[in-house]
């Protein structure tokens, strides 16, 4: 069942202050608009960076990722009052003598926004890094010292090796004035939500007994690009197709849901996806801000769906 394209429009929604890749922040409004009106439990099974679960209007909205580091830092960040997580911010950057530029610019520094901070910063991120990778932080809270690693990393991205340990080689930026805006808002936004987090494999929750109004929404890895999240293949046709046979369970017992994927990527198409989706309602996502039809998005890089399996009103 084919859906029309929707063009983007520019609601204000919050955005996370972690720069995921894959992140739904720009495709929002496209997303938001097939979800039920009125949704009692929502559950976000790969929240990443949580730009949909932070911006849901539901009575309970759970947060699930597998990435333990990351499921801790969103509830640390929900459990400590503002005051309080920015004071333990700037100690970690103070301790390790990286660089704020909300309060001392650029030329102290010797550089410009052009330039930026990594020769600054490199040799006290790699410390930082070492030190949370090795459990070795001393009087620093993990969660606090993993956001700052994040503020300072290459385009805030969050990436662990095969190890576990987080990789992601220092960026130009720092905590600078508009990181601490997302960071603020996100905060101020998750307190007026209640949220719960849980860090378990996305299979753990369809043995749940849902209630009446019950919304799941699944943003998991895409098999056919090679982001980052997936670099070490934790994500292959296998687990593709477990995912659909066990979506199709929950259809079964009149759940709804709804799946975000690429479809088509460097053309590249997810057979798999392709076929399992036909039984649903499949919206196609207008991903590069343009009016083109599916027939035309078939010969650009990308083409990502949105699958849902009721009718939205």
Same mark, same amino acid.
């Given at each position: ?117 990594? *020769? &600054? /910063? ?11 990778? $090795?459990?070795?932080? %001393? =009087?620093? #809270? ?125 053309? *590249? &198409? /997810? ?11 499949? $919206?196609?996502?207008? %991903? =590069?801000? #343009? ?23």
């Amino acid at each position: 069942m084919r859906d029309k394209k929707i063009g983007i429009t520019q609601d204000k929604y919050i955005k996370s202050p972690l720069n995921y890749i894959g992140g739904k922040y720009k495709l929002l409004n496209q997303i938001i608009r097939y979800f039920p009106k009125n949704i009692n439990t929502f559950y976000d099974l790969f929240a990443g960076g949580c730009d949909v679960a932070i911006n849901i209007k539901a009575n309970k909205i759970v947060v699930n990722d597998i990435n333990d580091s990351l499921i801790n830092l969103y509830r640390y960040i929900y459990e400590t009052e503002l005051e309080i997580l920015i004071e333990q911010i700037q100690k970690v950057i103070v301790e390790y003598e990286l660089s704020d530029t909300s309060k001392n610019g650029y030329k102290y520094y010797g550089t410009d926004s052009s330039i930026g901070l990594k *020769k &600054v /910063n490199n040799s006290s991120y790699i410390k930082l890094r070492e030190n949370f990778n $090795h459990s070795t932080l %001393s =009087n620093t #809270n993990k969660n606090v010292a993993f956001y700052v690693l994040i503020a300072f990393a290459f385009n805030n991205q969050i990436r662990f090796n095969k190890s576990g340990h987080f990789n992601t080689p220092c960026g130009k930026r720092d905590f600078n004035k508009s990181l601490k805006n997302k960071f603020i808002n996100f905060k101020k936004e998750m307190i007026s939500k209640n949220l719960s987090f849980t860090s378990q494999s996305y299979e753990f929750f369809f043995d749940n007994q849902f209630s009446k109004n019950d919304f799941l929404y699944i943003d998991p890895p895409y098999l056919i690009s090679m982001a980052p999240y997936n670099e070490n293949n934790l994500w292959n046709e296998k687990k593709e197709i477990e995912l659909y046979n066990n979506l199709n369970k929950i259809h079964n017992k009149n759940v709804k849901f709804a799946l975000s994927n690429v479809l088509i990527h460097n053309g *590249k &198409v /997810n057979k798999i996806l392709e076929q399992w989706m036909k039984k649903y309602y499949v $919206h196609y996502l207008d %991903s =590069n801000y #343009n009016n083109s039809n599916y027939q035309k998005k078939n010969k650009q890089k990308t083409v990502e769906v949105l699958i849902t399996n009721f009718k939205s009103k």
